[in-house]
């Protein structure tokens, strides 16, 4: 059993969080917004699945980006990094905004 870390940052939007993930372990992270400054729900806002996880086959690492907001995510890029270093950059196609439900359907 692998003890938990618990590192508080204090970042603002489109800061990098670096990770040093150790090679061939699993890890597990989790963020979590203890202040919601500027934060507004009518934007888009780009998520990974914890469900869907990241693979890596080949060399490449592959993950399911979700627009999870109220408005339409343009296309951008994407950046991977380890040890303070960008290891691969990738193009992100716009995704739509996420529907939501209103209320009951009939």
């Known amino acids: 059993n692998a003890e938990a870390m618990v590192k ?3 970042l603002c939007r489109g ?3 670096l990770l040093g993930l150790p090679e061939r372990a699993a890890a ?3 963020l979590e917004m203890l202040n919601e400054g500027d934060w507004s729900p009518e934007r888009p806002d780009l998520a990974l699945s914890a469900l869907e996880g990241a693979k890596v086959e080949e060399g490449k690492v ?3 980006v979700h627009n999870v907001g109220s408005r339409d995510a343009p296309a951008c890029k994407a950046a991977l990094y380890g040890a303070e270093k960008m290891i691969a950059e990738a193009e992100v196609p716009a995704i739509g905004a996420r529907p939501r439900s209103t ?3 009939r």
Do not use: A, N
């Open 8 to 10: 508080e940052l204090h």
């Open 28 to 30: 597990q992270v989790s």
């Open 103 to 105: 209320g009951p359907r």
């Open 15 to 17: 800061d990098p969080v």
């Open 62 to 64: 592959t993950v399911i």
